[in-house]
């Protein structure tokens, strides 16, 4: 007996959370349970990706686009309600990525769609990108979950995914651009409803008939939702790297190079050409054990700047 969930939410912290809880599940009852599920748009980076690195934060708190960080590897990859994923969890001993790429591949046969694996673990047709994927094995349980793109805006992922590189020197995982399309270039009439029963049909026809899922308890769920929003596991688990930003004042050029771990300021020195000796050290000091977000390091510098050095404080508030 196999079993599915088609979520009706699409926070995509519960989203994770109710994932997680379906592969304990998987694990626990020996069976596969197909869940398939949509997000607000977001960009959802790996476990080991720099948010700073990837994105351009400062255009996605503009537009209101959550920073997500799943519990799996691989690249940055935008998510909004043109798009599905979906997530295979299961009982370690039932893994197998050609009976789950088989899955999405009849699927999309299915519907008039030939698509082919690649070795990055992506799908494509006429040589786009529709589908990537990444995977989990852990405590008896495995993952594998994707994304697929229907009708999703594709002119705004280079808004969200193409940062200045330049200014950083970092350890982790960086994404690899691919050309992307949508399914309903191959498919015009295809919506997000006909993948779906497609897909169940599919994952039905290789797993056995299939009933609806339980979704685990309220508080577990819950507990498990807030540790996934939380910043401490969305930027605080950012590998160590490193930044660099500087500006020129009236009173003189200010340089910052900041050393970040875990997504707080561990070091921070602070070259200049001003005539003020006391000043460059008293910020490197008041900066240092900051979390690295523009706001809390403008009210950390509010400490020192003083007079004309009000204007560094300003300065901070909107670096990205």
């Known amino acids: 007996m196999a079993f599915f969930w088609m979520g009706s939410e699409n926070d995509p912290f519960s989203n994770l959370a109710l994932e997680a809880s379906f592969c304990r599940l998987a694990a626990k009852i020996g069976q596969p349970i197909l869940y398939l599920w949509q997000n607000v748009p977001c960009v959802v980076i790996g476990c080991s990706q720099n948010p700073w690195l990837e994105c351009d934060l400062a255009a996605m708190d503009a537009d209101g686009v959550l920073l997500v960080r799943r519990r799996t ?74 994304t697929l793109l229907v009708e999703s805006d594709l002119s705004v992922f280079g808004r969200y995914l193409t940062p200045e590189r330049e200014k950083f020197a ?92 875990n997504g707080v300021v561990t070091e921070c020195g602070v070259n200049s050409d001003l005539l003020d000796t006391e000043f460059p050290a008293a910020l490197a000091a008041t900066l240092t054990g900051v979390r690295f977000l523009p706001q809390e390091l403008a009210e950390a510098a509010q400490r020192v700047c003083t007079g004309a050095y009000t204007e560094v404080a300003s300065w901070l508030a909107t670096i990205e």
């Not at 046969?109 to 589908?131: H, P, Q």
């Not at 994952?203 to 008939?209: D, N, P």
């Open 170 to 261: 970092a350890k982790g995982v960086k994404s690899v651009s691919s050309r992307v399309a949508n399914l309903t270039e191959f498919a015009p009439e295809l919506t997000i409803e006909r993948l779906c029963t497609a897909i169940i049909d599919a994952f039905s026809a290789e797993y056995g008939l299939t009933e609806s899922a339980v979704l685990p308890d309220s508080e577990e769920l819950e507990r498990e939702t807030a540790e996934f929003r939380a910043w401490e596991f969305r930027y605080g688990k950012t590998p160590r790297f490193d930044r660099a930003c500087s500006r020129r004042f009236a009173f003189g050029g200010i340089k910052l190079l900041f050393t970040i771990t």
């Open 73 to 146: 590897g691989g690249g940055a990859v935008y998510h909004d309600g043109g798009n599905l994923n979906y997530s295979f969890c299961l009982p370690e001993g039932m893994f197998s990525e050609e009976r789950q790429y088989g899955v999405i591949l009849d699927a999309l046969r299915s519907l008039g769609i030939r698509a082919e694996r690649t070795g990055r673990n992506d799908l494509v047709a006429g040589g786009k990108k529709l589908s990537g994927s990444a995977f989990l094995h852990s405590n008896g349980a495995a993952l594998q979950h994707g």
